[in-house]
């Protein structure tokens, strides 16, 4: 049965834990964008720099190949990479502009 992964819901912790961002300021679901539950301020993670990155647990109640769709916007590019149990699993792919 698929299941659903919402970025925005990173597992629990702090800085250098959890997630890493390099300034202290939420750009994204914080002052830019108020999570009120119109269409386009729903929590996501945006705003993101060269190095930062975010962790994730999933529960996988069966053992097989899974399939991942990734939505995302970028006004400047970059790379994107996924991990599993601490070791690179897929990419670092580069995305476009959008």
């Known amino acids: 049965m698929p299941g659903r992964a919402l970025c925005a819901y990173c ?10 961002d390099s300034d202290a300021k939420n750009n994204s679901s914080g002052s830019l964008h108020p999570a009120d539950g119109t269409y386009l301020n729903q929590l996501h993670v945006g705003w993101v720099g060269p190095g930062e990155w975010f962790n994730m647990a999933v529960r ?3 053992s097989g190949v899974h399939a991942s769709d990734l939505l995302y916007t970028s006004s400047a590019g970059g790379d994107i990479a996924f991990d599993v149990n601490g070791k690179r699993d897929w990419g670092p792919v580069t995305i476009t502009s959008t």
Not at 11 to 20: F, N, S
Request: charged share 30%; aromatic share 8%.
């Open 11 to 20: 597992d629990l912790g702090g800085e250098g834990v959890v997630y890493h």
């Open 60 to 62: 996988v109640e069966r």
